[in-house]
């Protein structure tokens, strides 16, 4: 666990030591180091390089970031429709704020990396024993302007340490391409220097792998050549220069590369004990919350799961999550009436043609025969609910338990969850590995289909994806694997992301977003709405029930279903949401703009 940190600030910048214990490392005193005495031996450099870890937005928040604004709340597949944060944005209700933490803070990360980058140029010893935290700087950097890519598209690329005066500060917007390049380089150059995992040490154990830098330049891959095969230029900015070669072919070439050789030689494994009994075929369900044996009822600790191939690591004394993690993913991680559906039956198939699909009349019905990810995810540890069980209570019919901690709040109450975040992990992985092969030939064969995301789909218990499956039921293959995408990232930061890049955000977020069926004359349900809204739920999910309450019950819409078009709890009508094209990008903030005025707005702000 060598990224828990204990900060310094040092000639400006931020170091820190790494520890696991109270015993940390005996450096010179801290009011007397400066850069030029201080990037003299390999453990300065690791130590300058361990706090780049802490800078992944993850459960504890650092300088203001915080998860919450990244878990897909708001989205299309999401049944919080609040009136803040992600809530407004997947409405397409966004001003230019005066100020962006998201902007400033990649910044002062940047300038943090390239510092250390700078001093491993005139590094007095060998360059080989500071070739892994050169590379993990590289690998950070790329991270960081990963970020402000997907936020803001072309953003000012700086490589260099600038003084107060620098031109840099007066720099230009380079084109979003620009930015691709220089990450593309900078992922390149840390594989050829980041060991393997295999020869982290155990001491080491939570530093960045050659793995994960494949791994995370697979994402980037991904993520570029399906923007410009959907999206294209649509959103670059006034005077943005246009990629120079078309590289969408030869992006999925080498993702699919990439995440091959993470899947046969990482050495990591999909976390599946659904052959214990105990687990219910809920692993998919504690894997995101495995904090100490008690949290699972295997018994189960951190040393088991070896599909985190990335992860903020966390501790109850050490670092624990300090966010009240639990009670937030279960009153705003809410699935809606879209999400709920989007969980196949277990012949592999959607519920709209699924023999197997039992319907809405009794509300454990649409839980038979379902995927063990919609039983994990919306049940938690729970038992599917019976007659009676499900009322009107800021929830509307559905509540999320992924992320939430095993009998929360007994075992962990709030702010003390401390199970690891996964940036990275192998199931990830597979998605990019088909959905890169798919893209790329127009075709994926059953192999490779057995290689990658049955295995997800094997966990889940549903029957595998085949070329007979999608061709006998009149399905599209490359909606089936965006399909499992949707589902087995559900709430890790992608669903927003991934709307944009395949060019339909607009049209998916602008729709009813509906909860539970309710049903009508001619199709009952036990599911009852409520007289009253119950108040003792988080405060800003109640705001989009009392909008809908009138006359003693909740506003309604029909909904296409098996059984025809059935009544459906309306959270947040189609005719509220207005997200567009230029909402793929968030405005550069004012302030920058008002500092640099070299800077150019993003379209239509």
């Known amino acids: ?26 450096l010179k005193p801290l009011d007397r180091l400066n850069e030029a005495s201080y990037f003299t031996t390999p453990d300065q450099f690791k130590f ?44 397409g209700a966004i001003n230019v704020p005066l100020d962006d933490k998201y902007w400033n803070n990649p910044y002062a990360y940047i300038r943090s990396i390239n510092i250390v980058l700078k001093k491993a140029e005139s590094y007095p010893g060998k360059k080989d024993e500071i070739k892994q935290y050169v590379a993990a700087a590289k690998f950070f950097r790329a991270w960081q302007y990963f970020f402000l890519l997907k936020r803001f598209g072309g953003v000012p690329v700086i490589t260099t340490v600038p003084d107060v005066g620098g031109a840099e500060l007066m720099a230009p917007r380079n084109s979003r391409y620009e930015v691709v390049d220089q990450i593309l380089a900078d992922l390149t150059d840390a594989i050829a220097g980041l060991p393997t995992e295999q020869a982290i040490p155990a001491s080491e154990k939570g530093h960045v792998s050659k793995w994960a830098a494949e791994a995370f330049k697979a994402r980037v891959l991904l993520y570029e050549a399906t923007w410009r095969k959907y999206t294209g230029t649509s959103t670059d900015f006034e ?107 277990t012949d592999g198939l959607p519920v709209s043609k699924s023999a197997r699909f039992m319907g809405y009349h009794n509300v454990a019905d649409e839980y038979a025969n379902r995927d063990y990810r919609m039983l994990s995810y919306a049940l938690g540890s729970g038992s599917v609910p019976g007659e009676g069980d499900i009322k009107l209570d800021g929830r509307l019919g559905y509540t999320n338990y992924k992320f939430s901690a095993y009998r929360y709040p007994t075992y962990r109450a709030m ?56 061709n006998d039921n009149g399905l599209n293959m490359l909606d089936e694997i965006r399909r499992e995408r949707t589902v087995e990232l559900y709430g890790e930061c992608f669903r927003y992301d991934d709307l944009k890049r395949w060019g339909i955000a607009e049209r998916q977020l602008n729709q009813d977003v509906c909860g539970m069926i309710v049903g009508g004359a001619s199709y009952e349900t036990d599911f009852k709405v409520s007289s009253k ?48 094209r230029m909402h793929y990008l968030y405005p550069i903030p004012l302030r920058q703009i008002q500092l640099n005025p070299n800077l150019v707005q993003n379209n239509e702000y």
């Open 1 to 26: 666990m060598k990224n828990f940190i204990v900060p310094a600030v040092i000639g400006g910048m931020i170091l820190g030591a790494a520890a696991c214990t109270k015993n940390f490392l005996d």
């Open 48 to 91: 300058a390089t361990n706090d780049f870890y802490e800078k992944m937005i993850s459960w504890e928040p650092i300088d203001g970031s915080s998860i919450y604004d990244f878990m897909d709340f708001g989205s299309d597949i999401s049944g919080y429709v609040g009136q803040d944060g992600q809530g407004k944005y997947g409405r």
């Open 415 to 470: 702010n003390q969850e401390s199970q690891d975040y996964p940036q990275i992990r192998l199931a990830e992985v597979y998605l990019i590995y088909a959905e890169a092969l798919m893209e790329k030939n127009g075709a994926i064969s059953d192999a490779e289909l057995n290689s990658s995301i049955n295995l997800l789909r094997a966990r889940a218990g549903i029957a595998p994806l085949t070329n007979a499956l999608v």
């Open 239 to 345: 005077g943005s220069a246009g990629p120079a070669t078309d590289q969408v072919n030869s992006f999925l070439t080498e993702a699919v590369s990439l995440a091959k050789d993470v899947m046969l030689n990482g050495g990591y494994k999909l976390w599946n004990y659904n052959a214990n009994n105990s687990m219910a075929n809920r692993s998919n369900y504690y894997l995101f919350n495995i904090d100490g044996t008690g949290g699972n009822p295997a018994g189960l600790d951190k040393t088991t799961n070896t599909e985190f191939i990335l992860k903020s690591m966390y501790d109850l004394n050490l670092r624990p999550g300090s966010i009240n993690l639990s009670h937030t993913v279960q009153t705003r991680m809410l699935p809606n009436r879209k999400m709920m559906d989007m969980y196949l039956c």
């Open 533 to 580: 809204v119950n108040p003792g739920v988080d405060s800003t999910t109640s705001l989009y029930i009392q909008k809908n309450y009138e006359n003693g019950g909740v506003a309604e819409t029909s909904v296409p279903t098996k059984f025809g078009d059935l009544k459906a709890i309306l959270l947040d009508a189609g005719s509220n949401r207005n997200f567009k």
